[in-house]
């Protein structure tokens, strides 16, 4: 066979001769890429607002979630200190600039739509001494039938959702930010996930997960997205201006759904694997018809995912905003993939619960889906200038 180095001396060869041009995988072209114009890697959001960045602004393709715990002893004092510090590096990170104890400046430069979004879990309320101030939906989810958790990937006190468009600058932003606390905290849990690569698709095309379906189309209404997702400080007035969120990691059978033909496929969800179509119409955004027949039976079954889901009035709804995972495989599996399910909301008993109720009675999906991880959040208030993230928690 040919050898490795005759190889690239060949390739090269070629490429000097201008032939080739673009090939990539072990060619010369590879080794002395022509530069090319940086699409990207600057862009920022906004950090500073009424509400956190990384709910309602545009997924960015990957997402590093960071479920961390309170060290023992911690109190009010403790918690300002970290969100002190998070929310300095945040307002900075996000803006394309190093953190104070930054010791990678130069990872800093790309942001690209780097948000990073706080949470707060149930028991830090208790820790701070705030009790009086938790939110009511704050506690953890009933017991559903279909869970199978893993405490791997339980509750934690805090949660940083970090989110851009560049792996390297999320790997950055977590290290920093739980290297700047780490004589606070500990970390409990790391979930990584991801969407189509920035410029694989067109910009707003819906999300695909593992499952090859078409996930995300189907969101609250701009008539009702504020009220449906934001707190309005009605009950908590320090809250107002936070939403909540909740994380489940739902892993996915795919050696079992690979068994699956294509059309059980289509009729377990109710919409076409090719554009995410309803199957009782022809293009993504079409609303469903539950009530269609064909040949005397429903076009979508009554036990599909999206039948089963649909909201049945102005309240059951929320905010889905989710992200693939694909970690290595244990044992003997050749895969452990699945979906970090976020459903991001005012009011979790109100909204949440009760889709995930009728899901767990009945849902064609979930012979090929478990619930493994679960956890819930209070995502703070947005802050502006000089403010600090939660500061009624700690001052
Ligand atoms: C819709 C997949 C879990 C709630 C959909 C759609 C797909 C999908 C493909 C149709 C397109 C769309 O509107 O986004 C999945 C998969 C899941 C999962 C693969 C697990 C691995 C969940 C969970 C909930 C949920 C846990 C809530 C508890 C919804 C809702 C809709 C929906 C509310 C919109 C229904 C409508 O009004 O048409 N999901 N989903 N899904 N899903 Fe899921």
Redesign the pocket.
């Known amino acids: 066979g040919i050898g490795r180095r005759r190889f690239l001396a060949g390739a090269a060869g070629l490429a000097g001769l201008g032939v080739g041009a673009g090939v990539t995988a072990g060619g010369a072209a590879a080794l002395r890429p022509a530069p090319t114009e940086c699409t990207f890697g600057s862009e920022t959001v906004d950090f500073h607002g009424d509400h956190q960045a990384g709910v309602t602004t545009t997924p960015p393709a990957h997402v590093t979630y960071v479920g961390v715990d309170l060290v023992p002893g911690a109190n009010a004092s403790v918690l300002g200190g970290i969100l002190g510090i998070w929310t300095d590096d945040a307002a900075r990170l996000t803006q394309g600039r190093p953190s104070l104890s930054d010791a990678e400046p130069e990872l800093a430069r790309l942001p690209a739509r780097l948000t990073v979004t706080v949470g707060i879990g149930e028991r830090v309320f208790t820790v701070a001494d705030k009790e009086k101030l938790r939110p009511t939906w704050l506690r953890p989810l009933p017991a559903f039938g279909i869970d199978k958790l893993d405490p791997k990937w339980g509750q934690t006190d805090l949660l940083v959702a970090i989110c851009s468009d560049d792996p390297m600058t999320v790997a950055h932003t977590v290290r920093v930010m739980v290297n700047a606390v780490r004589t606070r905290i500990r970390v409990r849990w790391v979930q990584r996930g991801f969407r189509e690569s920035r410029g694989a698709q067109a910009d707003g095309a ?1 999300m695909r ?1 593992l ?1 090859g ?6 969101q609250p209404d701009s008539s009702l997205h504020d009220s449906l997702i934001w707190d309005d400080g009605s009950a908590q007035p320090w809250f107002a201006g936070g939403t909540s969120l909740v994380l ?1 990691r ?1 892993a ?1 059978d795919l050696d079992g759904w690979a068994e699956l033909d294509r059309r059980g496929r289509e009729l377990t ?3 076409r694997l090719s554009d ?1 179509a309803p199957l009782s119409g022809t293009s993504e955004r079409d609303d ?1 018809d539950f009530t269609a027949i064909k040949n005397g039976l429903p076009v979508i079954p009554a036990s599909a ?2 039948a089963r ?3 049945t009035g102005d309240r059951d ?2 905010l ?1 905003r ?1 992200y693939n995972y694909d970690d290595p495989p244990n044992g003997a599996a050749i895969s452990d993939s ?2 970090l ?1 976020a ?1 991001f909301q005012r009011d979790i008993d109100a909204q ?1 619960v009760p ?2 109720r009728r ?1 767990a009675e009945h849902d064609a ?1 979930n012979e090929w ?1 478990v ?1 493994i991880g679960s956890a819930v959040y209070a995502i703070l208030p947005g802050v502006r200038e000089g403010e600090v993230l939660g500061s009624a928690l700690h001052e």
Do not use: E, K, W
């Not at 379906?213 to 189907?218: A, K, M, N, S, W």
């Open positions: 819906t997960n499952m379906q078409v996930d995300g189309t189907v489940r739902i996915m969800v109710g919409r995410g469903p995912h999206v889901a649909r909201r709804r929320f889905r989710a699945g979906l399910f459903a949440f889709v995930q899901l999906l889906t619930p």
